[in-house]
T-cell receptor
Framework: DAMVIQNPRYQVTQFGKPVTLSCSQT?????MYWYQQKSSQAPKLLFHYYDKDFNNEADTPDNFQSRRPNTSFCFLDIRSPGLGDAAMYLC??????????????FGPGTRLTVT | GQQVMQIPQYQHVQEGEDFTTYCNSS?????IQWYKQRPGGHPVFLIQ?????EVKKQKRLTFQFGEAKKNSSLHITATQTTDVGTYFCAGLTSGTYKYIFGTGTRLKVLA
């Protein structure tokens, strides 16, 4: 049973053409994360939601936006993709707690190609 | 800013040899997690360590959290070809829900 689902798995977009990646979860976790992972690199946190509270990383470009309309869904919008934005985008969820963020469950990722 | 470094960056071993990757944080962590990412796949959770000096074992894998909660290690005994992948540690900054991933160690096992 899929717990964190990402669509599409592969996305090709043109330089400058807006694109939206989606993530849904069946775990009812209150924390959702978006990571960017480039080849042979570690996942890099872009932003995360704790419930409806949005937390942006200081070095996340303004070109990247996110929406979380409800607990189950989270979207990553790239307003004007550049060639440097080609990467794997990973969505993850966790059940937030007082001390620890809990186990992160990752989706399979969306591989974005920019032409 | 906070950094989490892993060494080595790459490791090639013969099947049956042991393997260790080390994770070092520039700041104290409230907990640390380990993930395995197969080539072309996504990170898969292996284990979480919370207590200072904690040691946990999963079959051939042994995980350790340092006394100062700034470093951790993963040791694999008698590697198998199924152990191939990149191993990441991810440290949780105290008081936040933000994980900082280590730089990763890519393991190749030669049959």
């Amino acid at each position: 049973d899929a717990m964190v689902i990402q669509n599409p798995r592969y996305q090709v977009t043109q330089f400058g053409k807006p694109v939206t990646l989606s993530c849904s979860q069946t775990l009812n976790h209150n924390v959702m994360y978006w990571y960017q992972q480039k080849s042979s690199q570690a996942p890099k946190l872009l932003f995360h939601y704790y419930d409806k509270d949005f937390n942006n990383e200081a070095d996340t470009p303004d070109n990247f936006q996110s929406r979380r309309p409800n607990t189950s869904f989270c979207f990553l919008d790239i307003r004007s993709p550049g060639l440097g934005d080609a990467a794997m985008y990973l969505c993850a969820t966790s059940r937030g707690g007082a001390l620890a963020g809990g186990t992160q469950y990752f989706g399979p990722g969306t591989r974005l190609t920019v032409t | 800013g906070q950094q989490v470094m892993q060494i080595p960056q790459y490791q090639h071993v013969q099947e049956g040899e042991d393997f260790t990757t080390y994770c070092n944080s520039s700041t104290t962590l409230s907990n640390i997690q380990w993930y395995k990412q197969r080539p072309g796949g996504h990170p898969v959770f292996l284990i979480q360590l919370v207590k200072s000096g904690e040691v946990k074992k999963q079959k051939r894998l042994t995980f350790q959290f340092g006394e100062a909660k700034k470093n951790s290690s993963l040791h694999i005994t008698a590697t198998q070809t199924t152990d191939v992948g990149t191993y990441f540690c991810a440290g949780l900054t105290s008081g936040t829900y933000k994980y900082i991933f280590g730089t990763g160690t890519r393991l190749k096992v030669l049959a």
